[in-house]
């Protein structure tokens, strides 16, 4: 399964962003997540879709951030607003079938390559 994330880009705080993330097969069958890294420091969890559609947030980017998931494109996408500098990070995209937590890294096994996130002050 390939996955290919994009939207990435340089705004200014308080901006917002769009990332998209395609997935190559089976698309309905995955639960999808977003993850992050910021330079110097460990991938973390953003947020997730299941396959059911139900979402969940990291509390930082809660009420900020939404995910959504369009199963006839093969497509999830991640809707940033009120972007904060500490936001800045690669972003990435996961894909997995089986029945995990989302919120996990470890319960993903395909992986896109990242699209990094620049917000200014």
């Known amino acids: 399964v390939q996955l290919q994330a994009s939207g990435g880009g340089l705004v200014q705080a308080g901006g917002s962003l769009r990332l998209s993330c395609v997935t190559s097969?089976?698309?309905?069958?995955?639960?999808m997540g977003w993850f992050r890294q910021a330079a110097g420091r460990e991938r973390e969890f953003v947020a997730a879709i299941s396959r059911s559609g139900s979402p969940g947030y990291a509390d930082s980017v809660k009420g900020r951030f939404t995910i959504s998931r369009d199963n006839a494109k093969n497509t999830v996408y991640l809707q940033m607003n009120s972007l904060k500098p500490e936001d800045t990070a690669v972003y990435y995209c996961?894909?997995?079938?089986?029945?995990?937590?989302?919120?996990?890294?470890?319960?993903?096994?395909?992986w896109g390559q990242g699209t990094q996130v620049t917000v200014s002050s």
């Open positions: 097969e089976n698309f309905s069958t995955y639960n």
């Open positions: 996961a894909a997995d079938s089986r029945y995990l937590s989302v919120r996990k890294i470890s319960s993903y096994l395909y």
